[in-house]
């Protein structure tokens, strides 16, 4: 993990190195744009994907899959002041084979907002505040009896004082040293078995439960977001998005990650194509890693969690 940590972070120093230089260069090529007032847009992406088959010599199962993404912007800005508001939304299903039941494969709320008063050049004063949460219960499939999260378990809401870097309209990199995390686990059961960091419940010797557990916890530390975004080439645009946290309370060195990258290929005004990779490290999330015959996790810990979701159907994009 540390070796992950230590390419993001040359990563990033490299992309901020390079967007100095294009910001410059965007400055001496086009004027400044002093347009006071809001500006909305955002793009709405529904992919539908369906498979039958029927005495199949090669085998397989029949399947349909559904998942819906809604990405949107609300930003303002009024003389040296901007104010920044993005909503993301993504929701996915699968139905395979005889099974009936739909199950899920893609979950996501998250709401950020951040407000900057320009400082000097391109550094602005700036305060941000990040929730996430899911929109339905989660299973450890094929096992759809274990509950393993919900609305609100986890949810996380970050707030964050610090300095912005904001060269251009394609980077930005917000650095905030006092950073106050709250994790919410809104199930008890998951509460109770100490799920997302919370401390578990306690019991006594005869298995009689003597304290709930906890349904929240709050972390103070260091924050780091790092937005890059541009047009790769012509309809195909290519979006990036780093979070690091450390805790200065408890292992400050075990550096949470997510790191999201989104790559679009627009076909024509409604058919599109995304792939989106997701990486997380969260230091305090056990993971089962090992199953016996029985189907029982023989060990926990955390995990470098990976999600890769490709889509290709409707697509709507507006300004």
């Not at 901007?82 to 084979?97: K, M, R, S």
């Not at 006594?204 to 047009?231: A, N, Q």
């Amino acid at each position: 993990m540390k070796h992950l940590i230590t390419a993001l972070l040359i990563a990033t120093c490299a992309i901020a190195h390079a967007q100095v230089t294009e910001g410059e260069d965007i400055l001496k090529t086009q004027s400044a744009d002093t347009t006071d007032g809001w500006d909305f847009g955002g793009l709405v992406s529904i992919n539908f994907t369906q498979v039958s088959l029927n005495n199949w010599a090669a085998g397989g199962e029949s399947s349909m899959s559904l998942s819906n993404l809604v990405s949107l912007f609300a930003d303002y800005k009024r003389g040296t002041s901007t104010w920044e508001n993005d909503l993301q939304l993504g929701y996915g299903v699968l139905q395979q084979g005889d099974n009936n039941d739909w199950l899920k494969t893609d979950d996501k709320i998250e709401l950020t907002s951040k407000y900057g008063k320009k400082a000097f050049k391109d550094w602005y004063y700036a305060a941000l505040l990040n929730f996430k949460t899911q929109f339905a219960p989660g299973y450890n499939y094929p096992n759809d009896s274990v509950k393993i999260s919900n609305f609100m378990a986890p949810g996380y809401l970050i707030g964050s004082i610090g300095m912005d870097y904001n060269p251009s309209k394609s980077f930005s990199l917000f650095i905030a040293p006092v950073t106050s995390k709250f994790t919410f686990v809104n199930d008890q059961t998951l509460a109770d078995a100490g799920a997302f960091g919370v401390d578990p419940a306690e019991y006594s010797d005869l298995g009689v439960k003597t304290r709930d557990g906890s349904t929240s916890r709050s972390e103070f530390g260091g924050y780091m977001r790092m937005l890059y975004k541009r047009t790769v080439m012509e309809n195909v645009t290519l979006q990036t998005r780093l979070d690091l946290f450390s805790n200065y309370q408890n292992n400050p060195q075990n550096i949470d990650v997510n790191w999201e990258t989104l790559l679009s290929l627009k076909v024509n005004k409604w058919i599109s194509a995304s792939i989106t990779a997701t990486v997380i490290y969260d230091d305090d999330i056990d993971i089962a890693e090992d199953t016996n015959s029985d189907g029982v996790a023989d060990s926990f810990g955390p995990r470098t969690q990976f999600k890769e979701v490709l889509g290709i159907g409707f697509n709507y994009k507006f300004d």
